[in-house]
């Protein structure tokens, strides 16, 4: 896909998926619903064709790890749609004044578009979680899969894979 096309795809998939009214002028696209709720002011998404292109060019490995079957582009899409909802999420829940959102030089939801080192919204809260052993996964199951059974190691002193 060209740089072009893929602006092309992520306008179709917002006024699809998002708002239908969003529009794209001057790098911008406006959105005035995002997770089904009204926005007032808009959110902006401040991208260019080129900046898109870059953002969405992942590596194979990546691609094959999340969308083994699509193109890296399409992957590189779908992982940025990933990233924009839990930046926004984030954002909106922590810091609602924030309304723009910006890929270069990392994708970030800011106040201020030309204000780039804004520092992230606080996270929210975890809730307390029950007592016991927790551990992070490299690899995080999509669409209902399970998570691959652990595998021991072998040999004594051997790290876990």
């Not at 998939?13 to 529009?23: N, S």
């Not at 699509?70 to 810091?95: I, S």
């Amino acid at each position: 896909m060209t740089d072009d096309e893929l602006l092309a795809e992520l306008e179709r998939r917002l006024r699809q998926d998002v708002d239908p009214d969003v529009t794209y002028d001057e790098a911008v696209f406006t959105l005035h619903r995002w997770d089904a709720e009204p926005q007032d002011p808009p959110l902006r998404l401040h991208a260019t064709a080129e900046q898109l292109g870059r953002y969405c060019r992942v590596d194979e490995g990546t691609r094959d790890a999340l969308w083994p079957d699509a193109p890296v582009e399409v992957a590189g899409l779908n992982l940025l749609q990933v990233h924009l909802d839990e930046a926004l999420w984030r954002a909106l829940d922590t810091a609602p004044e924030r309304r723009h959102v910006v890929l270069e030089p990392r994708l970030a939801v800011l106040t201020d578009p030309a204000v780039i080192d804004e520092s992230p919204p606080p996270l929210p809260p975890l809730p307390d979680l029950p007592s016991g052993e927790y551990r992070w996964f490299a690899y995080a199951p999509l669409s209902g899969e399970g998570f691959p059974a652990r595998q021991r190691p072998t040999e004594p002193g051997a790290p876990e894979v």
